[in-house]
């Protein structure tokens, strides 16, 4: 088994700064990709930042030249450093990580995290 646990998220104003941070555990030979997701009330998940074992990172238009995603590949950490933060970014944030857990199988699934509260008010 695979866990991701979320921390970071909270209330700030806008204009304000948030770091989230993601630790994955458990049984994992290799992870690919990992990145953060939000789902705000009556939406659907979105992509907010993915980042590739090759380096590269996409993000959602509405985080380009705000958030800067991050990766410790030897800890299996992801972080999401939010800055500008709006009102509309408002959501509950998902960690997601593309894991491969066994070495004798090449096989690939996705596992999220419980999900971290971001609020910024107005």
């Known amino acids: 088994q695979v866990q991701l646990v979320e921390s970071g998220g909270g209330l700030v104003q806008a204009g304000g700064s948030l770091r989230l941070s993601c630790a994955a555990s458990?049984?994992?030979?290799?992870?690919?990709?990992m990145g953060w997701y939000r789902q705000a009330p009556g939406k659907q998940r979105e992509l907010v930042a993915r980042?590739?074992?090759?380096?590269?990172?996409n993000y959602a238009d509405s985080a380009k030249g705000r958030f800067t995603i991050s990766r410790d590949f030897n800890k299996n950490t992801v972080d999401l450093q939010m800055n500008t933060l709006k009102p509309e970014d408002t959501a509950v944030y998902y960690c997601?990580?593309?894991?491969?857990?066994?070495?004798?199988?090449?096989?690939?699934?996705?596992?999220w995290g419980q999900g971290t509260q971001v609020a910024v008010s107005s």
């Open positions: 997601n990580a593309n894991v491969r857990v066994d070495s004798r199988n090449y096989f690939f699934q996705n596992y």
């Open positions: 458990g049984t994992i030979f290799s992870i690919n990709s």
């Open positions: 980042s590739f074992s090759g380096g590269t990172a």
